[in-house]
């Protein structure tokens, strides 16, 4: 009676009507493993979209050949070079027959051109702007779908492609950082990409960026294919939006930490977009945004058991077995001390501190305050700049800043975490039995987490400590 009803629900789970399937770069590595995602397209992929990544690391190699092509111009067509090599290497796997991979050959050598004449202007100018940088790297993704069209296509399948400054997927055209316009976007899908959707179709499009109205290619972060494939489902109305990648799905902890870890099969919105935001991985953070607006489902599927459960993202909050979905943690942060007197009782100096840092473009994280002092929780790469912005206000409002970069933040996530009694003292007691201090206790907006600093080298202890108390028998790998 289960086993029937599991099958069925599989059976839902890919059932005929129209989504939107992201394939992620951790997929798209190596002919071996693209031949498998090829094969997975082939048989389940028919009559759907797919939002792809760059082949793995072409994005990093995009992004360092900028300084690359800065310094010495004759480098360019070494860069380029070595592109076309890593396609051609998977495309002379899987393209047949010879003339399919000769017109494929011409098209990726087209591609490269204009890239190479992209470089050769950021030589020429001196400058690598946001811009170009933007443009450069929408290179990765650009390739990526070309090249799995042309393979699906020599299978006899019936692919395409299309680029998104060429369907009207439009951005508030901010470089590196974008947000997609959904109105405009899903007028331009419907009108551009219907003809091309349903039947035994396969459309591709590739991740990681969109156009400004005024034209501009701009990118939506790293890792921001996810968050194409939301606005592509959002805008197709999809029946739902799958993430494909070479991992379960979203774990109760980092198995590297915790090998007890164990697969999150539902969570709700609020809770993936927590846990994305803290470096799970998993996710790009806003990915949630747009399908949380339309009440889509996201579903995380394994490629390499595609049968799988996976998780379950979506509006209906499962009451959970355990109160705590998930550990996570963040080591790529730090805090700023502002050190002044009576910080508690002086009005203004909070703002004062915060507007000064927002304004050079940093994003605060979290902010604690006692009578002496502003602790402000910022990205590692953040810290430096901001200390430099405090530094320039006059008069000085403090008598001196401190960095502390040896932390690590633990945050728990939960639906209504925040609400339940007990949970942040089971947690701290947890963290206390293993001798692992806590340094700073941040509540974020979120119904959904809490968040705690700890010193870096008792990261492993608190973790475990926190996941065995919530999930299972007692384990510290500290005590004794
Ligand atoms: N290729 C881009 C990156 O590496 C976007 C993505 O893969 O989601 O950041
Ligand atoms: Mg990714």
Redesign the pocket.
Known sequence: MKRAGLQQQRLKHWSNRMRVIKV??GCLNGKKTIESIVDLIACRGKGHVFVL??LHG???FLITSLQTALADETQIPVITGKLKTRHLLVARHLIQPKQNLKEYTRELEKSLGKLERLYYGLNFTRAITPRLTDVI?SY??RLSAQLLTAILRSRGLSATCRMPHEIGLITDGKYGDATADLTKTSRHFKTHLSPLIGGDKILFLP??FGTSEEGEIT?F??????YSAAVAAVALNAERLDIWKDTEGFMSADPRLVPEARLIPVLSYEEAAELAYFGAKIL?PRTVEPARRRKMNIAIKNTLAPDAEGSLITSRSARPKHVIKSVAYDTDIGILKVHASGVGARPGILGEVATCVANSGINIKSVVTSQTCISLLLARQDMEKARQALMGIRPRPFRKLDRLTDVALIGIVGDGIQHRDGIAARCFTAVANCRVNVEMISFGPSRAALYFLVKRRDLESGVNAIHSTFFSTPRCSRQG
């Open positions: 992620g770069g990544s760059a072409i994005t990093d790297s990765g993704e991740g990681f990118t972060g790293r890792g921001g294919s996810d790009h």
